[in-house]
């Protein structure tokens, strides 16, 4: 079962979020959408690791990621930057310089 957590606490789960955003979660996965392309993600962090799993329904894409350096803010913002890299490269998502 989904959950928006807008009809439980008002607001999206990232506290600064606004209510206008897309983002949804339930049973710890994170429903996005952009570009209109919906996928679904969780990540996690302990001592030693950090993961992040990915799913894009158009196109049937997984994509995971793990690193062996949970718990440190250099190593966390690292391993971040590529796995959004990655994911804003089949969403079709550009940055300017």
Known sequence: MW????????????S???LESDF????GIW???IND??????????????TQNIYIQEGDVSITAFANCGVNDKCEEAFQ???????????NVTTGI
Do not use: C, M, Q, W
């Open 3 to 14: 959950v928006d957590t807008k009809d439980i606490i008002g607001t999206t789960a990232s």
């Open 16 to 18: 600064d979020a606004p």
């Open 24 to 27: 949804y979660y339930g049973l």
């Open 31 to 33: 429903v996005e959408e």
């Open 37 to 50: 392309r919906k996928f679904y993600h969780h990540g996690g962090t302990e001592f030693g690791y950090f």
């Open 81 to 91: 930057n590529f796995t959004f890299e990655v994911l804003d490269s089949f969403l």
